[in-house]
């Protein structure tokens, strides 16, 4: 304790063991030590005494795609970095696609890197790509600190990120294997899509018939079965279909290295519910039905799915036309996403050490940032949320910092306010008021 210079206290605290009364303190920008609710603190050390609100691990998104450089207006690195904060998240890892340039090569790393450097108000990292030609480039990559390589296994929506098909598949994965890297999929399968029926328009049901969950469930099989062969570590993102947990749930079981994300739209938004012409609820895989979603937090709260991520992204909102057909796919979460998994996991009689498990921890393990992140224990960076679990909001997409105020979530009612977010031991919101940018960029650690 003496050579803290800042505890933290609170009646809720969330560790690992639980959650209980403790104080926390923080040196160097980490967690020195976890506490005793009533430790001493000798004068001269910075005393927060949260009260009743809870502290908890800021969290750890690893699915945001920030579009900088290239599609800034649709959204950038201090906006988003922003939006994030804001909603209590610490760390996030950038998606390859949708900034000009692509992740895919070591230079185009750098020119990420270095965009991202100035504007980053919580840490950054990155994911690579793995597109049909760059297959060379995986390893420098790898070696250059990126925590993984997404691909698409269906048009990805860009055209200067093609999808792999089989063989692509094959031969990118066979290379990420022999460095023991990780690969992240888009797992819908292209000619179930091209079969099923295309019907443009404002209907919710004709564009949720048209990204059939066998898409899903097929691509997802043929990813399980790579992996198998190759002894490769897979992680299936933004699972939507919950038709595809028994496979999953067999291939754990069985020992293949794969992992599975979902997402909050996924969890607390229906089909159901869309609006005709509502084209802020259109992503890919889609949002299904109800009786779908009740699947899916029985998956999380049994560990077939692993983790919760935003996939976060926006675009201008002149894209999200009432066409569903032709609208940019894609939810804006990122401030939201704690209230809304909270809201709903409250509901359904999780606790929110389930959602801190499914936000924090697990995200921060698949990206082996798990000795630094995820958790409020001795030794992690001092990052963290402060969050009002019983006080509600409406939300007002004015109040939202993402550069688009896009949202599916606008006039909803949610549980959990965050108070404040700390990165590192350094107050970085506060009641709408941010600090300079503190965030700084993060590479895999082998
Ligand atoms: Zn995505």
Same mark, same amino acid.
């Given at each position: 304790?003496?050579?803290?210079?800042?505890?933290?206290?609170?009646?809720?605290?969330?560790?690992?063991?639980?959650?209980?009364?403790?104080?926390?303190?923080?040196?160097?920008?980490?967690?020195?030590?976890?506490?005793?609710?009533?430790?001493?603190?000798?004068?001269?050390?910075?005393?927060?005494? !949260?009260?009743?609100?809870?502290?908890?691990?800021?969290?750890?998104?690893?699915?945001?795609?920030?579009?900088?450089?290239?599609?800034?207006?649709?959204?950038?690195?201090?906006?988003?970095?922003?939006?994030?904060?804001?909603?209590?998240?610490?760390?996030?890892?950038?998606?390859? !696609?949708?900034?000009?340039?692509?992740?895919?090569? &070591?230079?185009?790393?750098?020119?990420?890197?270095?965009?991202?450097?100035?504007?980053?108000?919580?840490?950054?990292?990155?994911?690579?790509?793995? !597109?049909?030609?760059?297959?060379?480039?995986?390893?420098?990559?790898?070696?250059?600190?990126?925590?993984?390589?997404?691909?698409?296994?269906?048009?990805?929506?860009?055209?200067?990120?093609?999808?792999?098909?089989?063989?692509?598949?094959?031969?990118?994965?066979?290379?990420?294997?022999?460095?023991?890297?990780?690969?992240?999929?888009?797992?819908?399968?292209?000619?179930?899509?091209?079969?099923?029926?295309?019907?443009?328009?404002?209907?919710?049901?004709?564009?949720?018939?048209?990204?059939?969950?066998?898409?899903?469930?097929?691509?997802?099989?043929?990813?399980?079965?790579?992996?198998?062969?190759?002894?490769?570590?897979?992680?299936?993102?933004?699972?939507?279909?919950?038709?595809?947990?028994?496979?999953?749930?067999?291939?754990?079981?069985?020992?293949?290295?794969?992992?599975?994300?979902?997402?909050?739209?996924?969890?607390?938004?229906?089909?159901?519910?869309?609006?005709?012409?509502?084209?802020?609820?259109?992503?890919?895989?889609?949002?299904?039905?109800?009786?779908?979603?009740?699947?899916?937090?029985?998956?999380? #709260?049994?560990?077939?799915?692993?983790?919760?991520?935003?996939?976060?992204?926006?675009?201008?909102?002149?894209?999200?036309?009432?066409?569903?057909?032709?609208?940019?796919?894609?939810?804006?979460?990122?401030?939201?996403?704690?209230?809304?998994?909270?809201?709903?996991?409250?509901?359904?009689?999780?606790?929110?050490?389930?959602?801190?498990?499914?936000?924090?921890?697990?995200?921060?393990?698949?990206?082996?940032?798990?000795?630094?992140?995820?958790?409020?224990?001795?030794?992690?960076?001092?990052?963290?949320?402060?969050?009002?679990?019983?006080?509600?909001?409406?939300?007002?997409?004015?109040?939202?910092?993402?550069?688009?105020?896009?949202?599916?979530?606008?006039?909803?009612?949610?549980?959990? &306010?965050?108070?404040?977010?700390?990165?590192?031991?350094?107050?970085?919101? #506060?009641?709408?008021?941010?600090? #300079?940018?503190?965030?700084?960029?993060?590479?895999?650690?082998?």
């Amino acid at each position: 304790m003496s050579d803290a210079e800042l505890v933290l206290r609170s009646t809720r605290v969330i560790t690992p063991e639980g959650t209980r009364p403790a104080s926390v303190a923080v040196a160097d920008g980490k967690i020195a030590a976890v506490l005793p609710y009533d430790a001493d603190v000798p004068s001269g050390v910075r005393l927060e005494d !949260l009260g009743d609100d809870v502290l908890l691990p800021g969290l750890v998104d690893t699915h945001v795609h920030v579009n900088d450089p290239g599609r800034t207006e649709w959204e950038g690195f201090w906006t988003a970095t922003r939006a994030a904060a804001a909603g209590g998240i610490t760390t996030l890892v950038d998606m390859p !696609l949708n900034s000009l340039p692509p992740t895919t090569t &070591v230079d185009h790393l750098r020119t990420k890197q270095e965009v991202a450097a100035d504007k980053a108000h919580i840490d950054v990292g990155f994911w690579g790509g793995a !597109l049909p030609d760059n297959v060379k480039d995986l390893r420098p990559l790898h070696e250059s600190g990126v925590f993984g390589f997404k691909a698409f296994l269906s048009p990805s929506g860009v055209d200067e990120f093609p999808h792999l098909d089989q063989d692509g598949l094959a031969r990118s994965l066979a290379e990420i294997a022999s460095f023991d890297g990780l690969l992240i999929v888009h797992a819908e399968d292209p000619h179930h899509l091209e079969a099923a029926p295309q019907q443009p328009g404002p209907r919710y049901a004709d564009f949720l018939a048209s990204r059939p969950r066998d898409a899903e469930d097929t691509a997802i099989a043929q990813l399980i079965a790579q992996a198998k062969r190759l002894n490769a570590r897979v992680h299936v993102l933004h699972l939507s279909s919950s038709d595809a947990l028994p496979l999953i749930a067999r291939a754990k079981a069985d020992g293949v290295r794969v992992t599975v994300e979902t997402c909050p739209h996924y969890l607390t938004l229906t089909a159901e519910e869309v609006p005709d012409g509502a084209s802020e609820f259109k992503c890919c895989p889609p949002i299904r039905e109800s009786a779908n979603q009740d699947l899916l937090w029985q998956a999380l #709260a049994d560990g077939t799915v692993d983790c919760v991520v935003t996939d976060h992204s926006p675009s201008t909102a002149d894209l999200k036309t009432d066409d569903f057909a032709t609208a940019w796919g894609g939810i804006s979460g990122l401030q939201l996403s704690l209230a809304a998994v909270w809201t709903e996991a409250r509901r359904r009689g999780h606790s929110l050490e389930d959602v801190v498990r499914w936000m924090s921890a697990r995200t921060a393990e698949l990206v082996g940032l798990d000795a630094r992140k995820g958790a409020i224990e001795a030794g992690r960076d001092a990052d963290f949320a402060v969050l009002a679990p019983d006080e509600t909001f409406t939300v007002d997409p004015a109040a939202l910092q993402h550069r688009n105020r896009v949202t599916a979530y606008a006039g909803k009612t949610l549980y959990g &306010v965050v108070k404040s977010t700390w990165l590192r031991g350094e107050r970085i919101v #506060a009641d709408g008021e941010f600090t #300079a940018p503190k965030g700084r960029l993060l590479t895999r650690t082998p």
